[in-house]
C-alpha cells in the first residue's frame, strides 16, 4: 500500500471513529433528557452518525480494508464526562447540550481537515456531503443550547 493510499485509510478511519463518538455521545446526552422533543433530535442525530458510519466503512471495504470498529478513547472520555456531568445537573438542557456542542466541534474540525486533503472524487463527495450534515447539526445543537441556557 502506498503512503496516500495508508493516509487516504488513515483519514476514513478517524472519520469513523468521531462518528462511533458521535453515535454514543448522542444516544447517552439523549438518555440525560427528560423533554422529548429534544431526546427525539438527539436520538436522531446518534442514528445519522450510524448511517455515516455504514457508508464510510463501505467505502474502505471496496478498497480492501478493514474500518475501525470503535470509537476513540478522547470519545470515550468526553461521554463519561457528559455522563457525570448529567447526573450531577439532573436533565440541565443546557449543559447537556453544551457537551454535546464541544464533541460537535471536534467533528467539524475533523471533516473539515479531510476535505482540505486530497480525497478522490468518490470518497470527496461522500465526505462532503457528511460534512455539511455535521456543520448544520453543529449549529442546531448550539442554538438549541443557546436557547436553553439558564436565566
Keep these: 500500500m502506498n503512503t496516500s493510499t495508508q493516509n ?17 455521545g448522542f444516544a447517552a446526552a439523549a438518555d440525560a433528557l427528560q423533554d422529548a422533543t429534544l431526546k427525539n433530535e438527539l436520538v436522531r442525530y446518534s442514528a445519522q452518525r ?5 457508508q464510510l466503512e463501505s467505502t474502505l471495504r471496496k478498497s480492501g480494508e478493514k474500518p475501525v470498529a470503535h470509537g476513540s478513547t ?11 456531568k448529567a ?10 447540550l453544551a457537551e454535546c456542542e464541544r464533541g460537535e466541534d471536534v467533528a467539524v474540525d475533523a471533516y473539515r481537515d ?6 478522490p472524487e468518490g470518497i470527496e463527495k461522500l465526505v462532503m456531503t ?4 455535521i ?8 442554538s438549541l443550547r ?6
Design 114 to 119: 479531510a476535505v482540505a486533503s486530497a480525497l
Design 135 to 142: 456543520e448544520r447539526a453543529h449549529d442546531r445543537i448550539r
Design 74 to 84: 478522547s470519545g470515550a472520555v468526553h461521554r463519561g464526562w457528559m455522563n457525570l
Design 130 to 133: 457528511q460534512y455539511h450534515a
Design 87 to 96: 447526573n450531577m445537573t439532573r436533565d440541565n438542557a443546557h449543559a447537556v
Design 50 to 54: 450510524g448511517d455515516f458510519i455504514a
Design 146 to 151: 443557546d436557547a436553553t441556557k439558564p436565566a
Design 8 to 24: 487516504l485509510h488513515g483519514v476514513i478511519n478517524r472519520l469513523i471513529e468521531l462518528c462511533h463518538d458521535g453515535e454514543k
